[in-house]
Every structure is written in structure tokens, then in C-alpha cells.
């Protein structure tokens, strides 16, 4: 599809509305969990996607995640300003929830830092006075709990 | 089962969430290469964290699309116009190995104009300024051969006259 929409002006329109229909509502619920600003979402998705459309063949190439996983880290690396602020490690109050709701507040934190802001499990560890095995052991719990919801 | 241990060590987990190290993800890729148990946990794993991320999504406003596509035709017609600036250079640099003949069929084909590689002018100039000195060498020496000619025939005649 990437090589389709860089290469093949005429499929071009069709692929880019088709990756916007499949990823477009996804992002600005990620873009939601990073940014603070209200207004900003809709301009950091066009310019998200946009750039992403762009960069993506050389990324391909990189990339050995799905189209989604990779997306989410092309947006976490284009947030790095917002996403490198000194937050909380507390979900923002104002974010789509959805299965968050699930976790415990610990789990929450975790996955929250580490889904939104790309926090190291070391870091994690340091801030919240536990050790590494324990972190990862927390995201995989929080994982396994939202992932039963949807019957896996 | 050893595979087993590792698919619930929480290895995928930080994968997927892009925080593994440089090892992990290599670890990763080699058990996804040789072992088809892990690498189906992991694209179930990718594929449940994109029904996770659907759960969380918000509709976005019915104009972002329109203007995604305005902000790429964009990109694409500036990329255009670089390309079609930089194209006669990458022409020459991709014939460099290529006949000259070749370089200019097509260019002939198309229209009655013939373009002409840069490089040429200086020959041109250099062909006219050396025709010219040729030219005003050319007068100077019949001139010259001319006058010497006449100063023979007037010594012959003053030798003549000489003599008698």
C-alpha cells in the first residue's frame, strides 16, 4: 500500500482514504492522551498523517511492527515535545478512557506513561520506587486484563 | 514449554509498546523467525492492541480528510517541480556512460529545437576567437608576402639597372 501511494499517482487518493478511514479515528484518541490543548488535536493529526503518508516507504523498510503500532510510534516521535513534558504519571483526566477503566491505579500509570509519554521501564522503576521485573510485569497484567475484554 | 515461558515473560509486551531495548528487539525477531507459536502470539498481540486503540478512538472532524489530501497534492506538486528542475542533470550524470547519440535521439524526435550540452559553448567560443586570429593571420602574412614580393621586383630592378 506504502509503495502504492508514493509510486501510483492514480491509486493514490483511494490508498490515502483508505489508510484514513482504518487509522484516523485512532489517532486523535492517542493524540487525546498526549496533548493537553483541545485545539491542537485535529492540526497534529493532519500533520501526523500527512507525514507519515511522506516518510512511510523509508520507514517500511525499517519497520518491523504492524501499520497501526508503527503509526502510534511515528506520532509518539512527532509528540516528543508534548510527550517529553514532566508529567504526572497520572492519565490525563480528559482522556477516552475505554478499557483504561479496567486497570488499577498503578497499572493505569504505568501503561499510561508508557502507551503516551514512552517511558522507559527504568525510568518507571526509578519514579515509582519499584523494580524493573515488576513494571513489565505490571504492563503485561494491564495488557492481558483489556485484552480478555475483547475476548483474547 | 521453553516458548511458552517467553511468550508470558512480558518480552511482546514491551515490543509492541516500543520500549524494548536494542537485545530485545533482536531477541524478538530471531524467536519470531524460529519459533511459529511466538510469532502467532505476537501478531495477536499487534492485532488486540489496535482493537485496544479502536476502543479509545474519536471520531475525527469530517474536514481533516480533505485536508490531508490538499496538504500531500501539495508536497507532491513541489516534489514535482524539483524534480522536473533537477531532471536535465540527473540526465546527464545517468548518460555519462551511455553513447552520445543516444543522449539526443530523443530530443530530436520530439522537436526541431536540438539542445545542446552547456560544455559546448566554450568549444563554440573558443572555435570562433581561434578562427579569427587565423583569419587576421591569414591577411597579415599576404600582406606581408605581398610588400616582400614588390621589394624582390624592385631589387631585381635596381640590380639590373646595376649592372648595365
Known sequence: MFKAVSNNPSA???????????????LPGYINGIVQDHQKPEDHLVAILTSFVKDVVILQEKCRLNNWLQLRQ???????????????????PSLNKGRLDLLD???????????????????????????????????????????????? | MEINKIIESGLMETYVMGIATE????????????????????????????VLAQSMSIEPPAST??????????IQRRNQALQTTFEPEYRQEKSNGESRQEKYIQVESESNQMRVNKAWKWVFIAVFVLGKVFLACAIYFYLENRQAKEQIKELKIELKQKIR
Not at chain 1, 12 to 26: G, H, L, N, T, V
Not at chain 2, 65 to 74: A, D, M, T, V, W
Open chain 1, 12 to 26: 493514490e487518493s483511494k490508498d490515502i482514504r483508505w489508510f484514513y478511514d482504518q487509522y484516523a479515528p485512532m
Open chain 1, 74 to 92: 511515528y506520532a509518539q516521535s512527532k509528540l516528543t515535545l508534548f510527550a517529553a513534558k514532566d508529567h504526572q504519571l497520572k492519565p490525563h
Open chain 1, 105 to 152: 491505579d498503578l497499572q493505569k500509570r504505568i501503561f499510561c506513561a508508557i502507551y503516551y509519554h514512552g517511558k522507559s521501564v527504568s525510568y518507571l522503576a526509578a519514579a515509582i520506587g519499584c523494580d524493573e521485573s515488576e513494571i513489565r510485569n505490571q504492563l503485561k497484567l494491564s495488557i492481558d486484563k483489556m485484552r480478555r475484554t475483547s475476548g483474547n
Open chain 2, 23 to 50: 537485545e530485545e528487539v533482536q531477541q524478538v525477531l530471531s524467536l519470531k523467525k524460529e519459533y511459529p507459536a511466538f510469532k502467532e502470539a505476537l501478531e495477536l498481540l499487534e492485532y488486540d492492541m489496535e
Open chain 2, 65 to 74: 480528510l480533505s485536508k490531508i489530501e490538499h496538504e500531500i497534492s501539495e
